[in-house]
């Protein structure tokens, strides 16, 4: 196993667990944290026993791939400076809240031959293993991922913060760009949006409905996924899973279910679970930590030379679709939608 040396850079809030859970990976040395904040730097690097680096430019030629964990405003910035020393990069979502900086570091990352990860974890949530599979595109997809204000990432509107977590998972599920887009947002605490909805049509027949807030009472991260007969209920933060499949009976029957005799109706209401639908209630909770899945994955992909799950330019399509929402709720033109990868 290759011993592979790392470093996280921006150790607040988030960053703090990249270097807790990297520094006990097998093989992986934690070289040391950076922050800015210099108490802090010093607090976390103590903390895991490391030396620190106010300033991040020290690290790049002492690893081999570093975390990025510093306010999205900064992504661009330091990103590609370990990109630009062929330093694989973990850039936590979203990869950047401007497109032409996300193409660029895609791009970068491609002519340095480094790896590029981002930090999407929803994507190792394991209630999405729910999902069934089908050859049909989803008829209709609505998401609500909303919580109480927390203070931090406002330096990006909430499209940026909450709702690009949706915004890949329905790319990753619909596999195509958006053709049309609307979308209202506003902000409640006088700085960037802090409620947004859009509506989203793809090519392919695909509806989603997508609301994201961080000015709610309580936090819900839901969506709701329909295809002509089938439903699946996600719950991302309680990790439970509701799916309905139509059965052969449900198919064989279609003449039951419109007008039936008055004195049918209860027993066949009694069969729609069961016999005309398989329903399936799964609980996927009490699993492993989602960011020691992420990282874990980014170590082999930097190890192995591989692709992740969330690589560079799925990571920029939901940068692109994001951007596009923003500009549809400022009454902006957009610049244009990307294939999804
Ligand atoms: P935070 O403000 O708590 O932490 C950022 C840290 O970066 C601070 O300690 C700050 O001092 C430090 N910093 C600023 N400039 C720096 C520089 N030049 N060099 C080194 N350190 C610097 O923010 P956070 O909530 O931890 O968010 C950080 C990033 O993680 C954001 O991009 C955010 O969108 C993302 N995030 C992702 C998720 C997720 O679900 N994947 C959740 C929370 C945050």
Request: charged residues 20%.
């Amino acid at each position: 196993m290759t011993h592979l040396r790392t470093a996280v850079i921006g150790v607040g809030h988030l960053g703090q667990h990249h270097a807790r859970i990297l520094r006990s990976l097998p093989g992986v040395e934690l070289v040391g944290v950076s922050d800015a904040n210099p108490a802090r730097c010093a607090e976390v690097a103590a903390n895991c026993g490391v030396p620190a680096f106010e300033n991040f430019r020290e690290l790049i030629d002492r690893v081999d791939a570093a975390s990025i964990v510093v306010p999205t405003s900064l992504h661009f910035e330091v990103a590609s400076e370990f990109l630009n020393a062929g330093k694989s990069v973990l850039v936590e979502k979203p990869l950047t809240a401007d497109v032409a900086q996300a193409n660029h570091l895609v791009e970068l990352a491609r002519r340095r031959g480094a790896i590029l990860q981002v930090g999407h974890i929803e994507r190792f949530n394991p209630v999405l293993h729910a999902v069934p599979q089908s050859n049909e595109p989803p008829r209709l997809i609505e998401a609500r991922r909303v919580a109480p204000y927390s203070f931090r990432s406002t330096d990006i509107s909430v499209v940026y913060d909450l709702m690009i977590h949706d915004l890949d998972i329905v790319l990753s599920l619909v596999g195509e760009p958006a053709s049309r887009i609307t979308a209202t947002a506003w902000s409640v605490f006088g700085g960037l949006e802090d409620v947004a909805t859009a509506h989203l049509s793809f090519p392919c027949g695909t509806e989603a409905h997508i609301t994201a807030s961080r000015a709610d009472v309580h936090a819900r991260r839901e969506m709701t996924i329909r295809w002509p007969c089938s439903v699946c209920q996600l719950d991302f933060a309680t990790r439970r899973s509701v799916t309905s499949v139509p059965t052969a009976a449900f198919h064989e029957s279609t003449n039951l279910f419109i007008n039936p005799p008055f004195a049918q109706m209860a027993s066949l209401r009694e069969k729609l679970r069961g016999t005309f639908f398989e329903v399936i209630e799964q609980d996927y909770s009490g699993g492993p930590e989602l960011l020691a899945l992420e990282l874990e994955q980014f170590v082999t992909c930097v190890r192995e030379h591989r692709e992740p799950l969330v690589n560079g330019v799925r990571a920029r399509d939901a940068v692109l679709l994001a951007d596009s929402i923003l500009r549809a709720a400022r009454g902006l033109a957009p610049i244009g939608l990307v294939k999804a990868a």
